[in-house]
């Protein structure tokens, strides 16, 4: 698997973007560590990242996991004796739905004839965060701070941005994507525009040109503004409709139609936002 060398968007800050589901992870360099956001999807690819981060400092390491998906968070395996910050929401979800997601994955693998693969994916240990957070929390490198920002719920209930303000960059996860419209498994379909919005206004958002989505091409702070409010369009029309009779997903996800968004997109986003009128999610 071709693998992408890593890029320099700021000094110090760099960002390796992965051809397996153009996964970007990064690496935030100080003067005594250097932190490490997101670890890809199992054991051997975090080693691959670890060995990469390595050829370009030797420092100790601190890790971020931007969220609890499989793909931001198996390889921690690799980085076992670093600090592994996220969430207080994403080591909960981690553990439990850890093992159903290794199932859904490596049943996936398996379909499309990737069994080396999915043997890999059945022999990661999941590796839980331990330094865990609920607000704004800040993370000296030496001669550098990073910002783990947390401004609501969105792409999960415990999405970590890592701010890095001297270097106008933020590391946004899954919160924004490019190439590909937002993932709305998890998703808080009628909250993601308000805490991309709120994100945008903190102190770091204001000063960061420079945005790394958890998948695609790194992206400006207009592109962030114009997926705020694309969102923001999706969580008005789902209002509006919920406003009236009782509805269901197709015809929540009709109403929404025009907005640009792909018809599984919108499915989802509607199964989502049904999901949390009726009740409280766990």
């Known amino acids: 698997m071709s693998e992408v060398s890593w890029r320099e968007v700021a000094p110090g800050v760099h960002v390796r973007r992965h051809e397996e589901l153009k996964l970007n992870c990064g690496l935030v360099v100080g003067e005594q560590r250097a932190l490490v ?23 100790e390491l ?45 049943e996936h693998l398996r379909s499309t004839d990737r069994e080396d693969i999915a043997r890999d994916v059945e022999a990661t240990e999941i590796v839980l965060p331990f330094y865990l957070v609920e607000e704004d929390t800040a993370i000296d490198l030496g001669g550098r701070e990073v910002e783990l920002l947390y401004a609501g719920r969105g792409h999960t209930d415990h999405d970590l941005a890592v701010a890095v303000p001297d270097a106008g960059v933020v590391f946004a996860g899954d919160l924004v994507e490019e190439g590909a419209d937002p993932a709305m498994e998890d998703a808080f379909p009628m909250e993601w525009a308000a805490t991309l919005e709120a994100l945008l206004e903190r102190p770091a958002g204001v000063l960061s040109e420079t945005w790394v989505p958890g998948h695609g091409r790194v992206v400006d702070r207009s592109f962030v503004q114009e997926q705020a409010a694309l969102l923001g369009r999706l969580a008005e029309t789902f209002t509006e409709v919920l406003a009236g009779r009782p509805t269901g997903v197709d015809a929540l996800a009709s109403a929404a139609r025009g907005l640009g968004l792909e018809d599984h997109t919108l499915r989802q986003a509607a199964v989502r936002a049904l999901e949390l009128r009726s009740g409280p999610t766990s």
């Open 37 to 59: 956001v997101d670890t890809r999807s199992f054991h051997r690819q975090g080693s691959d990242l670890l060995r990469a981060v390595r050829e370009i400092t030797d420092l």
């Open 62 to 106: 601190v890790v971020v996991n931007t969220h609890a998906h499989f793909d931001h968070c198996f390889g921690n395996a690799a980085f076992r004796d670093s600090q592994i910050y996220a969430h207080s929401g994403a080591a909960d979800d981690l553990l439990r739905t850890g093992e159903h997601q290794r199932r859904q994955v490596v």
